[in-house]
């Protein structure tokens, strides 16, 4: 949490989910010990996010997938409203 730049609605009050509603990303980071090596997850805290590993990436790429958009967590950005984060 204290890498990734989410802005929130108000603190999530569960640490597990870590969801109570967000206005705002501007790049966010995974904890190394909550992911379990999946090549396509949905993290903590961003449900309706998919996030997917590098090697599932690059085999997007390798086999020309299209229209896929892989955008690397620390450069994704989500403000519909333009709040500051």
Same mark, same amino acid.
């Given at each position: 949490?204290?890498?990734?730049?989410?802005?929130?609605?108000?603190p999530p009050v569960c640490e597990e989910?870590?969801?109570e509603g967000y206005d705002a990303v501007? +790049? @966010? =980071?995974?904890?190394?010990? %909550?992911?379990?090596? &999946?090549?396509?997850?949905? /993290?903590? #805290?961003?449900?309706?996010?998919l996030v997917v590993s590098e090697r599932?990436?690059?085999?997007?790429?390798?086999? +020309? @997938? =299209?229209?896929?958009?892989? %955008?690397?967590?620390? &450069?994704?950005?989500?403000? /519909?409203? #333009?709040?500051?984060?």
């Open positions: 949490m204290s890498r990734s730049q989410v802005l929130y609605i108000k989910c870590r969801y501007k +790049g @966010f =980071t995974l904890e190394p010990e %909550t992911w379990r090596g &999946e090549d396509i997850f949905v /993290p903590r #805290g961003l449900q309706g996010l599932f990436a690059r085999f997007v790429i390798r086999h +020309g @997938f =299209t229209p896929s958009r892989l %955008t690397p967590t620390e &450069e994704f950005v989500w403000n /519909p409203l #333009g709040r500051e984060s």
